[in-house]
């Protein structure tokens, strides 16, 4: 029986220390894994699509397909599924909701690699862009260190207010933080480098396909530029185009095993993930493994023969 895990159904099985410990491991082993593959093209229309394959990680049973299609005016703004399959036969184990799937496993390696990058100090938050996304980071975050302080920018300023102090501009939310998040939809760049300073860490989640953009090119030259995959950031993320040098650029993997420095100098951080596919499978793993325990997921059976009833 194939498990139909709705985003009520991910959310409710998700335990958070759980998903982060699945994540951070996931990075360290990295450098076991197969080459990762995303596939992506533009839809007539305003969407995109995006396949994520295949998501695997070493001691998992399991590996995971995603299709995503991303609508920015709609909500939820993602939509598809991730399927979960049985690493000996193929069996399909669960169907799971991809935005809610896609928002925490991205929220929680932003998190993980925030905690990393930041000063042990840094307390304060910016969010630019305060949907979904930077929710979930957030939340995050919340478990790795203490935020005293969040300042948020939105185009809704009703939706920034929901989850921080509301600020005017994307400029007075950093000029006011240690820690940067951008979680938008920007193909314009939202900070120049005349924003940085000493010790500013920033994590942008729009450099998730190409033409996307929040941080000038600038702003990533004067900074040590973090990555979660070097040859796909410079397929379709950040080094992609006439971005900052790939060479330059150091992969989170690197960071969490130790064997790269987090801050060797007081230089500005950015982490501009792309998004890789074992980290689906970090998550929906376990959510799998707690919703069959729970036993409250619907479940269907796709090889009922015909007829039956």
């Given at each position: 029986m194939t498990l139909l895990l709705s985003r009520a159904d991910v959310e409710a099985a998700l335990d958070l220390p759980t998903a982060l410990a699945a994540l951070d491991a996931g990075f360290r082993t990295a450098d076991r894994l197969p080459p990762a593959h995303r596939v992506g093209t533009a839809l007539p229309g305003p969407g995109t699509a995006m396949c994520l394959l295949p998501g695997l990680l070493p001691d998992v049973p399991a590996y995971t397909v995603k299709v995503n299609a991303k609508f920015p005016g709609a909500t939820p703004a993602l939509r598809g599924i991730v399927c979960l399959h049985s690493l000996a036969d193929g069996e399909l184990l669960a169907l799971l909701d991809s935005a809610s799937v896609t928002a925490w496993r991205t929220g929680l390696a932003a998190a993980l690699a925030t905690h990393a990058l930041a000063p042990e100090h840094a307390r304060t938050v910016a969010v630019i862009g305060a949907g979904a996304q930077s929710r979930t980071t957030l939340r995050a975050l919340r478990t790795l260190r203490p935020v005293d302080e969040v300042y948020a920018y939105d185009l809704?300023?009703?939706?920034?207010?929901?989850?921080?102090?509301?600020?005017?501009?994307?400029?007075?939310?950093?000029?006011?933080?240690?820690?940067?998040?951008?979680?938008?939809?920007?193909?314009?760049?939202?900070?120049?480098?005349?924003?940085?300073?000493?010790?500013?860490?920033?994590?942008?989640?729009?450099?998730?396909?190409?033409?996307?953009?929040?941080?000038?090119?600038?702003?990533?030259?004067?900074?040590?530029?973090?990555?979660?995959?070097?040859?796909?950031?410079?397929?379709?993320?950040?080094?992609?185009?006439?971005?900052?040098?790939?060479?330059?650029?150091?992969?989170?993997?690197?960071?969490?095993?130790?064997?790269?420095?987090?801050?060797?100098?007081?230089?500005?951080?950015?982490?501009?993930?792309?998004?890789?596919?074992?980290?689906?499978?970090?998550?929906?793993?376990?959510?799998?493994l707690a919703a069959r325990s729970a036993g409250s997921a619907s479940a269907f059976d796709f090889h009922r023969p015909p007829g039956f009833h």
């Open positions: 809704d300023p009703d939706r920034a207010a929901a989850i921080g102090r509301a600020v005017p501009t994307a400029r007075a939310a950093v000029e006011a933080a240690d820690i940067v998040i951008t979680a938008t939809w920007s193909r314009e760049p939202l900070l120049d480098a005349d924003v940085l300073r000493p010790g500013l860490h920033l994590t942008a989640l729009g450099f998730d396909e190409r033409g996307k953009t929040e941080l000038s090119p600038a702003l990533l030259r004067a900074s040590r530029l973090v990555v979660d995959d070097r040859a796909l950031a410079t397929a379709s993320g950040v080094l992609h185009g006439s971005g900052p040098d790939p060479d330059r650029a150091v992969e989170l993997a690197d960071v969490l095993r130790g064997t790269v420095p987090a801050r060797p100098d007081d230089r500005p951080t950015v982490f501009a993930p792309i998004g890789l596919p074992w980290q689906d499978l970090a998550l929906a793993w376990p959510v799998h």
